[in-house]
C-alpha cells in the first residue's frame, strides 16, 4: 500500500496564506467533494475522480477506475466506464480549493490526487456520472453495473432516487437490497406536481 499526503494551507480572504491554522488541524478536515489528507491506495483498488481534468479523455468528475500502479507523481488507472473503458488514464496532483458552501470559515487549498476510494458510491454520485456520460453521447450501458447493492437502512429522500438505484442494474436478479430487520419495504418519494 502507498499513501500519499496532501500539502494543506488556509487561505485568507485575500487569497494569501492565513497561517494562524496549524496545519495539524487542517490535515484532519474532511470536505465533501476533495480527497481527503492520507489517500492510502492499492493496485486494484477502485478509485472516483473528484474533479474534470479532460472530458476528451474520459477524466470527469464520478469516472470510475481501477488503479493499475502507483508512481512518485502520478496515479495511473484503467477507466471502467463509458467510451474510454479500458483505456489507461494518468491522474495528476492538482491544487483543489473548497467553496463557500462547505462550512469552513476560511478557504482551504488542498494540493493531493483528486481521487477517493470507490467501493460504494452515492446515488446521486452514480447519477451525476450518468449525465456526464449522456452529454458525452457516450454508450449509457457503461454506467450500468451487473450487480448492485443497495443500503437503505434510512429511506431515500428525493423525487426518483429509489428508480435511479435500482435502474443501476443490468439484470434485475443482481439486485440487493439491504433494510432493518422489521422492514420489508421502504419508502419511494414521488412528487406528483413534477409528473404532471
Known amino acids: 500500500?502507498?499513501?500519499?499526503?496532501?500539502?494543506?494551507?488556509?487561505?485568507?480572504?485575500?487569497?494569501?496564506?492565513?497561517h494562524s491554522?496549524?496545519?495539524?488541524?487542517?490535515?484532519?478536515?474532511?470536505?465533501?467533494?476533495?480527497?481527503?489528507?492520507?489517500?492510502?491506495?492499492?493496485?486494484?483498488?477502485?478509485?472516483?475522480?473528484?474533479?474534470?481534468?479532460?472530458?476528451?479523455?474520459g477524466l470527469c468528475n464520478g469516472t470510475r477506475m481501477i488503479v493499475t500502479a502507483l508512481r512518485e507523481r502520478v496515479i495511473e488507472a484503467k477507466?471502467?466506464?463509458g467510451k474510454h473503458r479500458g483505456e489507461t488514464a494518468f491522474i495528476?496532483?492538482?491544487p483543489l480549493v473548497t467553496s463557500a458552501s462547505c462550512g469552513l470559515s476560511f478557504t482551504l487549498r488542498r494540493r493531493q490526487f483528486p481521487v477517493r476510494l470507490a467501493f460504494g458510491m452515492t446515488i446521486n454520485k452514480s447519477q451525476g456520472e450518468s449525465a456526464v456520460l449522456?452529454?458525452?453521447?457516450?454508450?449509457?450501458?457503461?454506467?450500468?453495473?451487473?450487480?448492485?447493492?443497495?443500503?437503505l437502512l434510512t429511506p431515500v429522500f428525493a423525487h426518483g432516487q429509489l428508480y435511479v438505484a435500482l435502474s443501476r442494474a443490468t439484470n434485475c436478479d443482481n439486485i440487493h437490497v439491504l433494510l432493518r430487520s422489521q422492514d420489508r419495504k421502504t419508502m419511494n418519494i414521488v412528487y406528483r406536481e413534477v409528473l404532471r
Open 1 to 18: 500500500m502507498t499513501t500519499y499526503s496532501s500539502v494543506d494551507v488556509a487561505l485568507d480572504a485575500a487569497g494569501g496564506p492565513d
Open 21 to 57: 491554522f496549524p496545519i495539524e488541524y487542517l490535515n484532519t478536515l474532511d470536505v465533501s467533494g476533495m480527497p481527503n489528507h492520507d489517500l492510502p491506495l492499492k493496485v486494484g483498488c477502485p478509485i472516483i475522480l473528484l474533479r474534470s481534468l479532460s472530458s476528451f479523455d
Open 79 to 81: 477507466i471502467t466506464s
Open 92 to 94: 495528476p496532483r492538482i
Open 134 to 151: 449522456q452529454r458525452e453521447k457516450t454508450n449509457f450501458q457503461g454506467q450500468s453495473l451487473s450487480i448492485v447493492g443497495i443500503q
